[in-house]
């Protein structure tokens, strides 16, 4: 496993999104409320690009009539079928065990850190002062 | 059903490589205004389309009843970066869509303005014929992979064939369409001047799912919910097959080709085993009928493929199809709505390069003569 800095910490806002290319693996990476999630960039679906997907509410009905919103903006809807995944685990809604999106573990780190660790990019110049969102491929 | 997907593309699925040349039979463009009808529409249905709108038989202007799942029922990915609808930008859908896909031809279907539901015929004949012009000036003759339908509205029977003469003299269009959910059902012989013009001019019948005619798309009433309305595509064609097999259309016009779109095809099989079976039993009610109803549907039925039925095991969907019968199937996306098919993964089957071809390409190309 190697890891790989993908981008400053503001690039992200909260609720949007940065695709990157990690090794030819299509990458998006999320912000959502403080904190940040990566996932292959397909649908296991047919494919499509979730960059594009709606970042919603895990809703539930206890009983016929009664709804509960929970998990704000921590769900994936992929753009074309509306399938549903966690975004922290990848799995989807419906089938956890069998359907789940690829996810990878993400980290968020100083540059202080980085520049004191083996892991500082050479493409991406790293600053002492800012905080960067680190995906470990 | 799906696994998890953690690799790259393979070559072979990378579009330029698979070069599958796809013949894709449900397109939809979208009027980016309705001012883009304007030059076809004369000023008389202008100001009635700005004063009175739509009469239809559902409420407010413009509008679904509700957003049915997606904004305008699209692909959130496909919204032109220029603004206007998913649809709208021919630049867009050819980078989005016909290029990366390799669609060698996309047969336009066009579904603005409730084009098949307006109740004042007059008013609905002349954006027919408004929209059947915008289609060859806005897409097909600035893409001539993009085929053209003579759309028009079945319950003003003149002035549909009215229009039907105007586009053949034009010579461009490949099918005539009519809505599947017209005042009657589609076999009464209110509509067959129209059967009886499209086979003289050998031209396929298309019928597109959707619209809102005056019936409730269940035969037990209104839905509650847009997946539950959904279900109702099936029902409503599958109505229709069994209307047009039974009241003798095929047997009167045996060259007329049928092409249902977007109704999915998971449905046919029970459908026609039924009516066979009932045919044999009540031959006597309706001795019009010389041939069993599934020797009329595998005569001169075709289907597409979108929705695509994804049955939990892959050798389901493989009897479904052998079931229906592979030349019966014409691949079709739904670009850019909310239930497209990507022809690279909706196939969750194992099939032949031959049956593929068939599917993908050379059965669309025998009915519509490409
Ligand atoms: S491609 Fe994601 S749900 Fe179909």
Known sequence: MARHIVARTTEIPPGGNKVVDIAGRDIVVFHVNGEFFALLNRCPHEGAPLEKAACVARLTSPEPGVYERSRVGEMLRCPWHGWEFDMRSGQSWFDPNRVKIRSYPVAVERGEELQKGPYVAETFPVHVEDSYVIVEI | ?370
């Open chain 2, 1 to 370: 059903m799906s696994e998890v997907i953690d690799r790259p593309l393979r070559d072979d699925e990378k579009p330029a490589a698979s070069r599958l040349r796809i013949v894709d039979c449900d397109v939809h463009p979208s009027l980016r205004s309705t001012d883009d009808l304007n030059e076809f529409l004369p000023k008389r249905w202008q100001h009635h389309l700005k004063e009175y709108g739509s009469h239809l038989r559902t409420p407010y202007l413009f509008t679904t009843p509700y957003p049915r799942s997606s904004p305008l029922i699209a692909r959130r990915d496909a919204w032109p970066p220029t603004g206007g609808p998913p649809g709208s930008d021919l630049a867009f859908m050819q980078k989005q869509h016909l290029d990366p896909l390799d669609v060698e031809f996309g047969i336009l279907q066009v579904l603005d303005l409730f084009i098949f539901s307006q109740q004042n015929l007059e008013f609905g004949a002349a954006i027919q014929r408004a929209i059947n012009d915008w289609q060859l000036a806005f897409w097909s003759h600035r893409d001539p992979r993009l085929k053209a339908s003579i759309l028009v509205g079945q319950d003003g029977t003149d002035l549909a064939i009215a229009e039907i003469e105007r586009c053949a003299r034009i010579g461009e269009y490949i099918q005539i369409n009519v809505s599947p959910r017209a005042n009657e059902p589609l076999g009464r012989r209110r509509y067959w001047p129209i059967y009886e013009r499209a086979q003289e001019l050998d031209l396929p019948l298309g019928i597109h799912v959707g619209g809102y005619g005056g019936h409730a798309p269940t035969g037990g009433g209104w839905p509650s919910y847009y997946v539950e309305e959904h279900q109702s595509n099936a029902h409503t064609i599958a109505a229709q097959l069994a209307s047009l097999v039974i009241e003798g259309v095929p047997e009167r016009f045996p060259k007329l080709k049928f092409v249902f779109i977007e109704g999915g095809f998971g449905w046919i099989p029970s459908a026609v085993w039924r009516m066979d079976q009932h045919f044999e039993r009540f031959r006597s009610e309706v001795p019009h009928l010389k041939r069993k109803p599934s020797e009329y549907v595998r005569d001169q039925f075709w289907f597409t493929t979108q929705p695509i039925d994804e049955p939990d095991e892959a050798r389901h969907l493989r009897s479904l199809i052998e079931w229906v019968g592979i030349d019966r199937l014409l691949f079709s996306s739904d670009y850019p709505h909310w239930d497209f098919d990507d022809p690279r993964f909706a196939f969750k089957t194992p099939l032949t390069e031959a049956e593929r071809k068939k599917i993908f390409s050379t059965n669309a190309r025998a009915v519509y003569k490409f």
